[in-house]
């Protein structure tokens, strides 16, 4: 017998879906793309590179993200201060390098792909990680600012966070060629 969903999945699910579509084109596509290297779903310098610079965006973005294992191995499972620099330093680093793709404008939209690159124990420790990336030099002072006012005062204060995991992945879709009669 099947396990069946219960109606709050469903509700979260839509809740994420809606989240994503908030986002502006550029940073779904990043997300998705991101989602691609870093999951190893399909091949991203196939489907996203629309031309050299691209690629090499995504061969970069391909190097940094062999981290992600060794990130996600050392996820703390408590506020335990002994923890906090061997996790937050490769975690910061990586987030700098989302940062500064400039697509990922805001910290809702850094922390929906997060989410899902590292999953649910990551939450407590993106607010930090983000305002440390976002603050570091080789972001332009205005896009700093802009950064950094994204966060809200409830995400930096958070006094828990859900432990359940995402349920919405966004992958790439095919555009429909709306000028072929439909079969």
Known sequence: MGISARPADGEVTLSEMREFASFPAGTQRYIRRSLDVGLHRQDALTIWSRDIVEAASIRAQSRMYDRLDFIKSLVPDDSGLDQVEPFMAPLVTLSAFDLGQDRLET??????????LIGAGVRPWLPGAFCAAASLPHLHPEKRRLLLQSISEAAATAAGWSNREPSFYPEWVEKVDTTKPAN
């Open 107 to 116: 910290f809702s939209s850094y922390r929906f792909l997060y989410e899902r």
